[in-house]
């Protein structure tokens, strides 16, 4: 017997076969991975020049030899990505020590190549060769004594350039034109001043951890260069304090953990933590004062406490932190930048000290999460309503959390709905403007997707541009007597409010057995607050109440006839169409696993089952199947069933027609009677029309109490049967 493969069954649910022996094997093949990257190359004076590359993306490593010749030059515009999209996409590129020059453009503008490791035969490094790159440091090695104009220029997340040797010629002012980073250079090399190439430049060894300026007396570290995990930031080098943690200092350092930040510090710079995504924990101390843009942008942090030494969270400062579930923010910040907490996507609640007096609209711009912005009542400025936020006196919406489900009644006095204060709030799906509302700002409901209805009780109000932008299912809806309304307002299409009840979906028909468990749904929407009153036969009141739903727990005969449910609010009522209940004995059934094989007509195939999938699993044989047709069942009626079983079936000898396997659960009827006597086998869908009865087959009885399956319910709505003893 070959390897049998296997279906599933397991707490009553059942998996698609997997394969069985001769029947669906399938084989994953493993090919090998390398491939041999293609260069094209020029060869003059018996050494290698690189003109292009035609192999695949991702990292790439030029060789040192071509056909036995050294490879000595990168070309002009060899893997220049400016004039088209090229077929690939660069990620890092190795260079071998026999290279003596990299040509102009040579990789201008590949903005995915992020490592570059140039060969210590380098000499030379042409005009624009990495210009428009997306490195982010670099290093050169001691023998290259020229680079050209623009070499790194346009490498905008450039941090720092390693020099291993003394300072090289420059070939104009714009080696690193438009960068920010820092020329780092050995102690006991010469040519370096305070700046070179218009860039700050300074001294490091390549075995320490931190790279510092000095200034007045205090240390500004530049970057560090450690290795990651949990880092702790000295609080002195060289006996001088350390105050400033400069821009870009952990840029992208992706291994780093966690951060303790000295007392020492007062100033967090622009980008320090920036793509710092592993990092999920940091201390900030007191005397921090200043935090810059950006500072922790894109990090794993979960929790963050700003100290109340910092007044200003600034633009962008925690923005993309997808993890971090909670912020706080202490007395002493008074203000909240745009865009501070963009795209913190896992938050869920703010709260806003009384110190905050400047809150800007777009603070929390695509939280998705945020459910309740809470304002501290003593606050002189801001004040919250059911996690809304609003100014003081509560006549202005300032904004609503994008987190927040459903529909939302603006409350009454309210006269201002402020710019973008419902910006992508794409989970709101209605809102009630109350008549004090005389303006509405620019884009306020901007794409907000789930929008369906926004229904205004007083008059048309003033509206900015690109209120309703984005909310192509959403009409406005006006009342009676109102004025200043069109055919469309604010872009989207009007209709006269009508605040009597609607019903979405109705009360379905059903059929059941005595006993079992039913439930009556209405699906209905108003503005108002909405009442049920539930009948059974127009007369019979089962509950009143706000529950749009009735659960009968054990059905019983005279529970059977007519429902409907009266919909009321203080405007008027509605009436459900009338949903039919027929309860009718039980049919005993069990559900049994139905092996299904298929095959030849006349092969036989073995059913055999296993309670555990291991290396030594005990298969034990539950039965043959002698193929009538291409396809029929074989059912294991083992009680009771275990937790979980596995099966296999297969045959000997090598088949005609490949043999396939399927496993169901298949409702089996138990029938009673007299020997030779017939029974009917009728079954109804449960939601439906009571009457609807189907035949499935007439039984001639072989056994007082004998199984029928019904393999015709596979993939069909739920079913109930009834046995029909015929004359």
Same mark, same amino acid.
């Given at each position: 017997?070959?390897?049998?493969?296997?279906?599933?069954?397991?707490?009553?649910?059942?998996?698609?076969?997997?394969?069985?022996?001769?029947?669906?094997?399938?084989?994953?093949?493993?090919?090998?991975?390398?491939?041999?990257?293609?260069?094209?190359?020029?060869?003059?004076?018996?050494?290698?020049?690189?003109?292009?590359?035609?192999?695949?993306?991702?990292?790439?490593?030029?060789?040192?030899?071509?056909?036995?010749?050294?490879?000595?030059?990168?070309?002009?515009?060899?893997?220049?990505?400016?004039?088209?999209?090229?077929?690939?996409?660069?990620?890092?590129?190795?260079?071998?020590?026999?290279?003596?020059?990299?040509?102009?453009?040579?990789?201008?503008?590949?903005?995915?190549?992020?490592?570059?490791?140039?060969?210590?035969?380098?000499?030379?490094?042409?005009?624009?060769?990495?210009?428009?790159?997306?490195?982010?440091?670099?290093?050169?090695?001691?023998?290259?004594?020229?680079?050209?104009?623009?070499?790194?220029?346009?490498?905008?997340?450039?941090?720092?350039?390693?020099?291993?040797?003394?300072?090289?010629?420059?070939?104009?002012?714009?080696?690193?034109?438009?960068?920010?980073?820092?020329?780092?250079?050995?102690?006991?090399?010469?040519?370096?001043?305070?700046? +070179?190439?218009?860039?700050?430049?300074?001294?490091?060894?390549?075995?320490?951890?931190?790279?510092?300026?000095?200034?007045?007396?205090?240390?500004?570290?530049?970057?560090?260069?450690?290795?990651?995990?949990?880092?702790?930031?000295?609080?002195?080098?060289?006996?001088?304090?350390?105050?400033?943690?400069?821009?870009?200092?952990?840029?992208?350092?992706?291994?780093?953990?966690?951060?303790?930040?000295?007392?020492?510090?007062?100033?967090?710079?622009?980008?320090?933590?920036?793509?710092?995504?592993?990092?999920?924990?940091?201390?900030?101390?007191?005397? =921090?004062?200043?935090?810059?843009? +950006?500072?922790?942008?894109?990090?794993?942090?979960?929790?963050?406490?700003?100290?109340?030494?910092?007044?200003?969270?600034?633009? !962008?400062?925690?923005?993309?932190?997808?993890?971090?579930?909670?912020?706080?923010?202490?007395?002493?910040?008074?203000?909240?930048?745009?865009?501070?907490?963009?795209?913190?996507?896992?938050?869920?609640?703010?709260?806003?000290?009384?110190?905050?007096?400047?809150?800007?609209?777009?603070?929390?711009?695509?939280?998705?999460?945020?459910?309740?912005?809470?304002?501290?009542?003593?606050?002189?400025?801001?004040?919250?309503?059911?996690?809304?936020?609003?100014?003081?006196?509560?006549?202005?919406?300032?904004?609503? $959390?994008?987190?927040?489900?459903?529909?939302?009644?603006?409350?009454?006095?309210?006269?201002?709905?402020?710019?973008?204060?419902?910006?992508?709030?794409?989970?709101?799906?209605?809102?009630?403007?109350?008549?004090?509302?005389?303006?509405?700002?620019?884009?306020?409901?901007? !794409?907000?997707?789930?929008?369906?209805?926004?229904?205004?009780?007083?008059?048309?109000?003033?509206?900015?541009?690109? =209120?309703?932008?984005?909310?192509?299912?959403?009409?406005?809806?006006?009342?009676?007597?109102?004025?200043?309304?069109?055919?469309?307002?604010?872009?989207?299409?009007?209709?006269?409010?009508?605040?009597?009840?609607?019903?979405?979906?109705?009360?379905?028909?059903?059929?059941?057995?005595?006993?079992?468990?039913?439930?009556?749904?209405?699906?209905?929407?108003? $503005?108002?607050?909405?009442?049920?009153?539930?009948?059974?036969?127009?007369?019979?009141?089962?509950?009143?109440?706000?529950?749009?739903?009735?659960?009968?727990?054990?059905?019983?005969?005279?529970?059977?006839?007519?429902?409907?449910? =009266?919909?009321?609010?203080?405007?008027?009522?509605?009436?459900?169409?009338?949903?039919?209940?027929?309860?009718?004995?039980?049919?005993?059934?069990?559900?049994?696993?139905?092996?299904?094989?298929?095959?030849?007509?006349?092969?036989?195939?073995?059913?055999?089952?296993?309670?555990?999938?291991?290396?030594?699993?005990?298969?034990?044989?539950?039965?043959?199947?002698?193929?009538?047709?291409?396809?029929?069942?074989? +059912?294991?009626?083992?009680?009771?069933?275990? $937790?979980?079983?596995?099966?296999?079936? !297969?045959?000997?000898?090598?088949?005609?027609?490949?043999?396939?396997?399927?496993?169901?659960?298949?409702?089996?009827?138990?029938?009673?009677?007299?020997?030779?006597?017939?029974?009917?086998?009728?079954?109804?869908?449960?939601?439906?029309?009571?009457?609807?009865?189907?035949?499935?087959?007439?039984?001639?009885?072989?056994?007082?109490?004998?199984?029928?399956?019904?393999?015709?319910?596979?993939?069909?709505?739920?079913?109930?049967?009834?046995?029909?003893?015929?004359?």
């Amino acid at each position: 017997m070959n390897n049998p493969c296997d279906s599933k069954l397991t707490d009553s649910y059942v998996s698609q076969s997997i394969c069985a022996p001769w029947l669906a094997l399938l084989l994953l093949l493993s090919l090998p991975a390398a491939v041999q990257a293609q260069f094209n190359y020029v060869i003059t004076n018996g050494t290698v020049t690189i003109t292009g590359y035609t192999g695949p993306s991702g990292a790439v490593t030029i060789p040192g030899t071509i056909n036995g010749l050294p490879v000595t030059s990168i070309g002009y515009e060899a893997f220049y990505n400016g004039g088209y999209p090229l077929p690939y996409d660069l990620t890092s590129i190795t260079i071998p020590d026999s290279v003596t020059d990299i040509g102009a453009n040579a990789f201008a503008w590949c903005t995915g190549l992020k490592s570059a490791t140039l060969g210590n035969g380098l000499m030379s490094i042409g005009v624009g060769a990495f210009s428009g790159c997306g490195l982010s440091t670099i290093t050169i090695p001691s023998g290259v004594a020229s680079i050209g104009d623009y070499a790194f220029g346009g490498c905008w997340q450039l941090t720092g350039v390693y020099f291993l040797g003394n300072a090289p010629s420059l070939g104009g002012p714009s080696v690193f034109g438009g960068d920010n980073n820092i020329v780092y250079y050995l102690s006991g090399t010469t040519g370096w001043g305070p700046t +070179f190439g218009g860039r700050p430049t300074a001294l490091w060894s390549p075995q320490q951890l931190w790279l510092y300026t000095t200034n007045s007396g205090t240390i500004s570290i530049t970057k560090y260069t450690g290795s990651g995990g949990a880092v702790t930031i000295p609080g002195t080098i060289n006996g001088l304090p350390v105050t400033s943690l400069g821009d870009k200092v952990f840029w992208n350092c992706t291994s780093v953990s966690s951060v303790t930040i000295p007392d020492s510090v007062t100033t967090i710079a622009t980008e320090a933590f920036y793509g710092c995504s592993s990092l999920t924990s940091v201390t900030i101390p007191d005397s =921090v004062t200043s935090i810059g843009q +950006f500072a922790f942008s894109g990090c794993g942090l979960i929790t963050i406490t700003i100290p109340p030494s910092v007044t200003l969270i600034d633009a !962008w400062t925690f923005a993309g932190c997808s993890s971090l579930t909670s912020v706080t923010i202490p007395n002493g910040v008074t203000s909240i930048a745009a865009w501070a907490f963009q795209y913190c996507t896992s938050l869920t609640n703010v709260t806003i000290p009384t110190s905050v007096t400047g809150i800007d609209g777009m603070s929390f711009y695509s939280c998705t999460s945020l459910t309740a912005i809470t304002v501290d009542p003593l606050n002189p400025a801001y004040s919250s309503v059911a996690g809304v936020l609003f100014d003081k006196s509560q006549t202005t919406l300032l904004q609503y $959390p994008e987190g927040k489900t459903g529909a939302y009644t603006i409350p009454d006095g309210v006269i201002t709905i402020a710019y973008e204060a419902f910006d992508t709030c794409e989970n709101l799906t209605g809102v009630t403007v109350p008549s004090s509302v005389t303006s509405i700002g620019g884009q306020t409901f901007y !794409w907000c997707t789930g929008l369906t209805g926004a229904y205004f009780k007083g008059n048309s109000p003033e509206v900015a541009s690109l =209120v309703f932008t984005g909310d192509d299912n959403a009409t406005v809806y006006y009342l009676p007597g109102t004025t200043g309304w069109g055919a469309t307002f604010g872009g989207l299409p009007t209709a006269v409010w009508s605040q009597v009840p609607t019903i979405q979906k109705q009360p379905q028909t059903q059929t059941a057995e005595v006993g079992s468990a039913v439930g009556f749904r209405v699906w209905a929407s108003s $503005p108002l607050p909405l009442f049920y009153f539930w009948y059974l036969d127009a007369t019979n009141l089962l509950g009143y109440g706000t529950n749009w739903q009735v659960e009968l727990p054990e059905a019983q005969f005279d529970q059977a006839g007519s429902y409907t449910v =009266v919909i009321s609010n203080v405007l008027g009522t509605i009436t459900s169409a009338p949903a039919l209940l027929k309860v009718i004995a039980p049919v005993e059934r069990r559900p049994v696993p139905g092996v299904k094989v298929t095959g030849a007509t006349g092969s036989l195939l073995n059913v055999d089952y296993a309670d555990s999938l291991t290396a030594t699993a005990l298969w034990t044989t539950l039965g043959s199947v002698s193929l009538s047709s291409t396809s029929q069942y074989y +059912f294991d009626l083992t009680l009771p069933l275990p $937790p979980q079983r596995f099966y296999r079936a !297969w045959q000997t000898g090598t088949p005609g027609v490949m043999p396939s396997l399927a496993l169901h659960l298949v409702p089996a009827l138990t029938l009673t009677g007299t020997i030779g006597g017939s029974v009917r086998v009728d079954y109804i869908n449960r939601f439906g029309p009571t009457d609807a009865w189907v035949t499935l087959a007439t039984v001639q009885l072989t056994n007082t109490s004998q199984l029928y399956f019904d393999t015709s319910s596979i993939g069909q709505p739920a079913r109930l049967y009834r046995v029909v003893q015929m004359p």
